[in-house]
């Protein structure tokens, strides 16, 4: 559980930069200003508004019932279909020949979808399922890899009112098994492995181990993706054999919209997993009204890219059930940005004419590392809009994306959610904000954030404390699948009558919203809470740093000390005389307070499979004590060459 620091969040970084859009873009733009002056006049109005992007069998009775908090109902007696909302309706409007999915394999095969051909392939899919005994409320499992069968297999799933659980392709038999077992699956779908980093990996040997550890799977449908050698065991069925087989008509029933849609468990950097549900109708909603509100879709001329995987949220969101019910095309990719050389991502944009890209801070500042002049090699003049999430953008690596990919001329939006959240919170609005380099800036219209310090009190320009949300919204979780305790006091104990984050924040002078980073990473310096977003971005800013990380390691004199892990930028040397200098350049940059006691030059750092570093370990690093848990690292080896590798100068 979180501890709540003594003291709230010391605010230290100043940023004066700021791009307003250009008058061409905000004239055009999706969204303007009155959006959010209509939303504050009338909250449920408006939310009541933007469910009618979607197509509803049966309206309902009322927008919110709040009757029994924190379990939210939305848009309660409302009746629709996820699935016709994502492919049915565009193709009877006529746009059956858009491309849904401009698929690309690590391998460099490629293929155009199209909404019809999406449609066809689901109804297939959703009458084997069927055919398979499946029925609405039963839970599926899916560990996929980046293919367009694994969106063709969440989209037959919601129209069958089953709702999927999708594992990360990445995760070990240990993980893969105890979310089957937690939701209880029956049936798994995943494929005979797909391509990374120039491989063939396997996904099957794990479904495997995981389906025979859990004696409720009866079946597992397989996709053949890269033909390799796989087991195959009496439950195992082939997908192209059984979906092929399968009728492609399909009526779809409606659902309630407040029906289980999927439970996606959020690993977190600590702690069991939990299955976190969300539902159908304000899901799709707010998925839809951010996606064009945020990315300033159009639908009929936008090339859009979000380079997530479908194991995580921003796989859920923003690559199935938002774009598609906004009838967007988009590129799907399935291998990792390197592979097979580091302009990968460049030459895709440039191939397909990307005009929306949306991406995590972890990749760019890779990129960064890599060096503009990749980037440069290609045409990216296509591009106009840029998104980023997943953690903190660091206010270089936010000029960095918008200079070298943006072109100076796109709009960067720094999107900040949650699994929990299912859709955008907080995010500049690209025709109305003018954007600061590091900052999330506002909450959309109809979401109502704050930052509280710790009596819940409203902290004041210029203040630091907690995120919080104040009003229900529509894509919010409904709770911890199976454990309404934990949803309760996870999320809703903390503050009487608000949602609590988990994130710190702090707003600045003009009252936009700063992401400080989890709570639990804040640090406690000579009684001073220090956010470890802060020192990283001062060391990020400093031209010969691309990456650092932070943490407060136990020390005598001040509670913890400061502890910087960094990454060169390209192939610079470090020194003791660099070293010394980083430290003062921090301290120029946030004040003496904030002054890292040690910094130490690293080649990699500890990450999440998705991306998120894992300052946990590297306080263990810091403090010289035996390493904890690493089985939720993507790479459990470079804790090793991490500590190999140390070269590290403090001071004074
Ligand atoms: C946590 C949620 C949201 C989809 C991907 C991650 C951090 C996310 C931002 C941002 C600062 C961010 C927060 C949040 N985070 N986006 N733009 N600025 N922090 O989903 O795995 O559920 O993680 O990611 O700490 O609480 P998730």
Redesign the pocket.
Known sequence: MTQTPQETLANLLSEERTFPPSPEFSSSANVTETAYEEASADRLAFWDTQARRLDWTKDWDQVLDWSNPPFAKWFTGGELNVAVNCLDRHVEAGLGDRVAIHFEGEPGDSRAITYAEMLDEVKRAANALTDLGVEAGDRIVIYMPMIPEAAVAMLACARIGAPHSVVFGGFSVDALSSRIDDVGAKLIITADGGYRKGKASALKATVDEAADRCPAVEQVLVVRRTGQDIEWHERDLWWHEVVAKASNEHTARSFDAEHPLFVLY???TTGRPKGILHTTGGYLTQTSYTHQAVFDLKPETDVYWCT?DIG???GHSYIVYGPMANGATQVMYEGTPDTPHKGRLWELVQKYGVTILYT??TAIRTFMKWGEDLPARYDLSSLRVLG??????NPEAWMWYREHIGGDRCPVV????????GAIM??PLPGVTATKPGS?QRALPGITVDVVDDDAASVPNGGGGFLTIRDPWPSMLRTVWGDDERFLETYWSQYKGMYF???GAKRDDDGDIW?L??VDDVMLVSGHNIST?EVESALVSHDTIAEAAVVGATDPLTGQGIVAFVILRGASESSPEHLAELRSHVAKTLGPIAKPRQVMVVSELPKTR?G?IMRRLLRDIAEDRKLGDVTTLQDSSVMVRIKEGLQSGSGD
């Open positions: 959020t690993s977190g997530a995580w949220i921003t995590a801070p980023s999430v997943g953690e903190p953008i720094d999107t900040w959610w949650q699994t929990e959240t907080v995010s999330a984050a988990g994130d992401l980073g989890r977003t998705s998120k």
